[in-house]
């Protein structure tokens, strides 16, 4: 199987930066689009941001030059670089990934844990 594994989340003034890590591990051949995705108390879960394979990236409009998603495919892990944050921003984190699986297992959608993002005032 494979496992999403978050890290990076904390409590941040308004204006600061975190760094959100996410590494995916297990019977992995290949990794199509990862993406991360936050849900505020009371909210849907919405899309932050997303790169596919071919390095093609959206944001939401939201978070589009504050934040900054990027992917490492040798240690099969996607970070988010958010800079300038906000109070609206405080959420739970979770990164996605579409993964094609060794031995030709198929390709499923894995989610991680969540990782609480939390900036003050």
């Known amino acids: 199987q494979v496992r999403l594994v978050e890290s990076g989340g904390g409590l941040v003034q308004a204006g600061g930066s975190l760094r959100l890590s996410c590494a995916a591990s297990g019977k992995i051949f290949s990794i199509n689009t990862s993406g991360w995705y936050r849900q505020a108390p009371g909210k849907q879960r919405e899309l932050v941001a997303q790169?596919?394979?071919?390095?093609?990236?959206n944001y939401a409009d939201s978070v589009k030059g504050r934040f900054t998603i990027s992917r490492d495919n040798a240690k099969n892990t996607v970070y988010l670089q958010m800079n300038s944050l906000k109070p609206e921003d405080t959420a739970v984190y979770y990164c996605?990934?579409?993964?094609?699986?060794?031995?030709?297992?198929?390709?499923?959608?894995?989610w991680g844990q969540g990782a609480k993002v939390t900036v003050s005032s």
């Open positions: 996605k990934a579409i993964v094609q699986q060794a031995n030709y297992g198929g390709t499923y959608q894995y």
């Open positions: 790169i596919s394979s071919d390095g093609t990236i």
